[in-house]
């Protein structure tokens, strides 16, 4: 049998010096050596840990392989103990630990490891300035909310136990970033079983108002587990390199029983709720439509403005007005094989003029149309401009009660006036005050929603809202609240029930196949905000079930889906290949 243990042929086993003599005052003063050897009578086959705590704390680990008897494994001038440490000015220890996580049978388990002593003279990292906008890393949940870790026979439960010796541990954990401080440097996350690092990731920072997923099955691999009770531990940050706002909220335990007995199976799947049922199509069926850039279904401008069709403008009585309008075949059923009807439109019942459509093979199609209305021909004042369609019902159709748009316009007397547009400017004090609230906002303990709690959440979409608009001013210039965007801060459940709306839009010109087929994959989209085209504008939805840290990073990304498509709306519309997904996304993010 083998036996890992301090190999002293080369000295102390566990030493850290200075290469050029002198103290330890900056972190590249200081390199580590360790030795360790196998001192029993038999080989040492597989694989085990080789761990180095500093100040009890796990700052690097290695991985050991086969060993022979009286053969030894070394690691010398390893300059990087101290990356994830601000040390304090002191004696501080290391400890050179084998095998923590007891993979290998040994002739004896303890004489594993070996301490040494040493002094630091490095300056104390500084503290923060008081005011300071610090991160904080947390994994402190809500009420009703899922556990930071969770640990069950199976991936994806929802919570933890059912727990065996005899099958796979899959445990899942989640990390906040509860501040609008990005973090940009490597920190520790580590999981501990039994008051022993088992497993330990490094991420190289994390985004204000991010959450940090980790999924990890190796626990019975890592470490022998024996039937009863034991504890799972998780620690983010446990070397204190990142300084946060709330040091106390950096771990969570659980104590849980893994059985004896045969691990349970792991669940089938739900089966996805199919798509509802639509009401049944037979005939074409012929509405008004609004285009994305539109207005309205119908819309009236000023002839001498020149404004693109379906854009609204001011209109007087006695200069020329253009009327843009656009029909659908909102079925997936053609109108005709042959033939055309007939759209009219009036203003105060007043026939204006009329328009020939050709039918046939146009399931889903679009017609649009322009005419112009001479000036005095409306006198000064509200009228109703109105578009029927198939008056002589030439096509049959599903639904012949939504053939007639209407809306009211206002046209106004006299003369347009002369002006002179004015740019759009916010100076810096208007800025700093859209900013104020924000800035101003306690982020602690409104991390998350507070529904089922017991307790009221601070409203803090008016701070998101002027916030958004401040930072699309800085970025184009141009008013938010004049742009073709139009902003949803939404309740989860109806966050989701929005989600699924955009994506199943214009459902009901689509295949029975392609209609079921949609819809499974919009249930399957996992996001917390999202951009669509809705009634001629972008609609950018976000989702109040998350923190509000994540819903600004999440409101800002989206808007930046939203300037993509007013500057590249073509980009909205070609095929969705990975890398334009990944143009968008990079794009988005910049925002």
Known sequence: MANLQPYFGAGQPVRVRNPQGGPFVEKSDLVLDWFIENDGPGDLVGSYFIDIYLDEILAERWTGSDLSPNHFLSVEGYTELLELFNLAPGTHTVRLTADPTNQINETSEGNNTRTAEFTWQGQAAPTPAPGTRLPNLSIIVGTGERAPMVAAPFAGAASSGGLSIHG??????????????????????????????????????????????????????????????????????????????DETDNSFELELTWGGDAPLVTPEPLPAPGAPARPLQALANLTGHVLYGWDAAISVSRAADGLAAGRDGRVWAGEEASISYAVRNSSQISSASSGAFRVDIFVDDELLGSQLFTAGSDAGAIWTESMVVPADRVTPGQHLVKVVIDAAQVIPEDDETDNTVARWVNWLPGAPPEEVPEDFTLSNEQIDELLAPMLEMAFTDQVRAAAGSGLSSVDWVPALESAGRAGYYLLTGRDLGDERIVMHFLPHDQFVAAKISSCMSDYQSMEDSVYAAKFTSCLEIDVIGLKGRVDGKIHVYVDLGESPVQALSTYFHELGHALQDLTNPLLTTTPSTRNVRALLEAQAQLF
């Open 168 to 245: 796979d541990t899959h445990i899942s954990i989640s990390v906040l970033n509860d501040s609008p401080i990005t973090i940009d440097q490597k920190f520790s996350v580590h999981i501990l079983f039994d008051d022993v690092v088992v497993h330990r990731v490094n991420p190289t920072g994390l985004l204000g108002g991010a959450t940090l997923i980790l999924n990890w099955d190796e626990l019975q691999s890592t470490t022998p587990i024996t039937a009863g009770l034991h504890t799972l531990k998780l620690i983010v940050d446990p070397t204190g390199i990142i300084t946060e706002s």
